[in-house]
């Protein structure tokens, strides 16, 4: 089946706009994560959906960023007011339970935001 | 700081040659994950292996941990050009209740360049 997918590939947007980053998780995966990738550094954990529900957002930088998952599928991350800092790769992956469930995390290609 | 830290933090070698790369970490782990990534985009899980493990082997690639020096090292096998990407331990960490959601924290990675 489809891997997960994310849209979209690139955003150039400027500072102050909101923006809005697509995941589309592999079908039936309960688990979606949101994370940042800074040019040279390894991914950080923003949030942890399980099912509709953020289970752990406790990665989010600040209230300018919001997430949410309303059918426990395709879950959107909205940026607003964006600063120059915010440009990143965003990351999104899934995994079929959750829950320490000792599972592999399936990575999208991610979106490259930059806020000028 | 990242819980993963990657040693070195560039590798280059020659076709054929093996590639080992560290890892260590700071707290309590469920289980740690090796990823690979080329050019900064799609992150490809390699393999897991749980925090009661100690080995284990996937093609040419073989993982270790010991828990009592919180360190991990990834070693590849007569390797090939195409061997040539970033590599990422994450760990999955418990958090202070003592439970986890497979969350991953990564360290900044090693770049592996393999010449032909």
């Known amino acids: 089946g489809a891997g997960v997918s994310q849209t979209p590939s690139n955003k150039v947007t400027e500072k102050g706009k909101y923006v809005e980053l697509r995941c589309d998780p592999i079908?039936?995966?309960?688990?979606l994560y949101w994370y940042r990738q800074s040019l040279g550094q390894g991914p950080e954990f923003l949030i942890y959906f399980q099912g509709t529900g953020a289970a752990d957002d406790s990665g989010l930088p600040n209230d300018r960023f919001f997430a949410v998952r309303p059918e426990g599928s395709v879950s959107t991350l909205k940026i607003q007011r964006t600063e120059r800092g915010d440009s990143a790769v965003y990351l999104c992956?899934?995994?079929?339970?959750?829950?320490?469930?000792?599972?592999?995390?399936?990575f999208g290609p991610g979106t490259r935001l930059l806020v000028l | 700081s990242q819980q993963g830290e990657e040693d070195p933090q560039a590798l280059s070698i020659q076709e054929g040659e093996n590639a080992t790369m560290n890892c260590s970490y700071k707290t309590s782990i469920n289980n740690l994950q090796w990823y690979r990534q080329n050019s900064g985009r799609g992150l490809v899980h390699l393999i897991l292996?749980?925090?009661?493990?100690r080995e284990k082997h996937s093609g040419r690639l073989r993982v270790t941990l010991d828990t009592s020096k919180k360190s991990s090292s990834l070693l590849i096998t007569a390797s090939r050009a195409a061997d040539t990407a970033s590599y990422f331990c994450?760990?999955?960490?418990?958090?202070?209740?003592?439970?986890?959601?497979?969350?991953?924290?990564f360290g900044q990675g090693t770049i592996l360049t393999v010449h032909p």
């Open positions: 994450a760990t999955d960490a418990f958090n202070a209740g003592g439970t986890s959601y497979g969350k991953l924290t």
């Open positions: 079908s039936g995966h309960t688990a």
């Open positions: 992956a899934s995994s079929p339970l959750g829950l320490a469930a000792q599972e592999t995390q399936y």
């Open positions: 292996i749980r925090s009661n493990e």
